[in-house]
């Protein structure tokens, strides 16, 4: 199974039609959260399933505002990450996905990207395509299972699209948008 994965859209869902021609062979879309009618609209015009969850821009949400699925390699679980305090830690992601009997963890919320593999859990954050706070051009991920395998990639806008740019830190950047000491 192939699965094209996003997540804080706002609204904004140009670069997801810039980047679908390049795809190929995608078998489901997870959107994980900030605009749950972003997947909707995107299911009605890509003609892909779209598995996805509200996030705290969403509003009317709970701690079990997430889904868990199944693949040929085990459960996976999606949430937005904003009740699990993603943007501090990611015990509490841990946790749920172990509740859960899950394999893997989609999440968003921090527009930052992220793939890390402790005790055994895959943790994916595909960052934000539209409004990333990584001082990148916007990113997305690519989930690859099988059987026998699980392969999760970020991949960045501005290098699928032609510029080879690297992202940048953007520290400072966040410092003064993100800080309650300023």
């Known amino acids: ?22 795809l190929t062979d995608i078998n489901l879309i997870i959107h994980a ?6 997947g909707n609209k995107l299911e009605r015009e890509l003609k892909v ?13 709970s701690r079990n ?21 993603v943007k501090y830690q990611l015990n509490t ?23 890390e593999h402790e005790q055994g859990i895959y943790l994916i954050n595909p960052g934000s395509l539209t409004l990333p706070r990584d001082g990148s051009s916007g990113s997305y991920a690519i989930i690859r299972t099988s059987k026998d395998s699980f392969d999760a990639s970020i991949v ?10 690297p992202p940048q830190a953007g520290f400072i950047r966040n410092l003064l948008n993100y800080s309650d000491r300023f």
Not at 8 to 22: A, M, Q, S, Y
Not at 33 to 38: C, N
Not at 67 to 82: A, L, N, V, W
Not at 93 to 115: D, R, S
């Open 49 to 61: 399933p779209v598995l996805a969850v509200k996030g705290n821009c969403d509003g009317g949400y």
């Open 65 to 85: 505002d997430f889904k868990t699925f199944d693949t040929e390699y085990g459960k996976i679980m999606i949430t937005h990450g904003h009740m699990e305090n």
């Open 156 to 165: 960045y806008y501005s290098t699928i699209m032609g510029n080879k740019k």
């Open 93 to 115: 992601l841990m946790y749920k996905a172990m509740e859960n009997q899950c394999k893997a963890v989609v999440f968003g919320h921090t527009h930052k990207a992220l793939i």
């Open 1 to 22: 199974m192939k699965i094209l994965v996003i997540s804080d859209t706002h609204g904004k869902l140009n670069k997801i039609r810039d980047i679908w021609p390049k």
């Open 33 to 38: 959260g900030d605009f749950i009618s972003d």
